[in-house]
């Protein structure tokens, strides 16, 4: 089993930025992959972004590219994400997630392990 705690979130204005951090206890040796998701009121989880260990590749949904950055430290069983120029409707809770198959898709949500808690990050002026 794997614990997963996030960190980071907060109140930011439109446009301004925040880190997310996500740190991994457990038996983490067996993640394929990590992703962010986030989940606003009365809407469905979604995917914001994953990372494959073995390969680095990484995947955005297209609502983030080019504003969100996902990296990670296996060694140190650390993950973030970057989030740069951040709009009203990034406001959700991002969730932190793992995947110990190998061959799913990392951005599917039914192929995720492992959960955070949350943390909550709301953009508004």
């Known amino acids: 089993q794997v614990q997963l705690v996030e960190s980071g979130g907060g109140l930011v204005h439109p446009g301004g930025s925040l880190r997310l951090s996500c740190t991994a206890s457990?038996?983490?040796?067996?993640?394929?992959?990590m992703g962010w998701f986030r989940q606003a009121p009365g809407k469905e989880r979604e995917f914001v972004a994953a990372?494959?260990?073995?390969?680095?590749?990484?995947r955005y949904t297209d609502a983030v590219k080019g504003r969100f950055t996902i990296s990670g430290d296996n060694a140190k069983n650390m993950m973030f994400l970057q989030m740069n120029s951040l709009k009203p409707e990034d406001t959700s809770v991002y969730y932190c997630a793992a995947v110990r198959r190998s061959g799913v898709s990392i951005r599917d949500i039914s192929s995720y392990d492992s959960w955070g808690q949350g943390t909550q990050v709301t953009v508004s002026s």
């Open positions: 457990g038996r983490t040796f067996s993640n394929y992959a």
């Open positions: 990372i494959m260990w073995s390969s680095g590749y990484t």
